[in-house]
């Protein structure tokens, strides 16, 4: 059974920085495309940055420049430095894995960005 936990959110002001991490188990973490999706109260979910199984990365054009999107295959573990946080950056943000048809979420982390 896929098992996705993320961790590393929290409080921080803006322009403050931020590491979140995604620890995957029961799947063979390197074959999966992995992604990291927010979501606002009243808002919808929105990708914030994805990477393939080989590295390729792609951004939101909000964050980029900010956010690296990172993974360790070694440590089945994803990782999102954010750098230069804003008020609107405050989100539950959310670990995505994906394989062919499958989608596997993590319950989500909250990070709270104050101005």
């Known amino acids: 059974q896929v098992h996705l936990v993320e961790s590393g959110g929290g409080l921080v002001q803006a322009g403050g920085s931020l590491r979140l991490s995604c620890a995957a188990s029961g799947m063979i973490f390197s074959i999966y495309a992995m992604g990291w999706y927010r979501q606002a109260p009243g808002k919808q979910r929105e990708l914030v940055a994805d990477?393939?199984?080989?590295?390729?990365?792609n951004y939101a054009d909000s964050v980029k420049g900010r956010f690296t999107i990172s993974r360790d295959n070694a440590k089945n573990t994803m990782y999102l430095q954010m750098n230069s946080l804003k008020p609107e950056d405050t989100a539950v943000y959310l670990c995505n894995a994906r394989l062919a048809n499958w989608n596997g979420w993590g319950q989500g982390t909250q990070v709270t960005v104050s101005s």
């Open positions: 990477i393939s199984p080989g590295g390729t990365t």
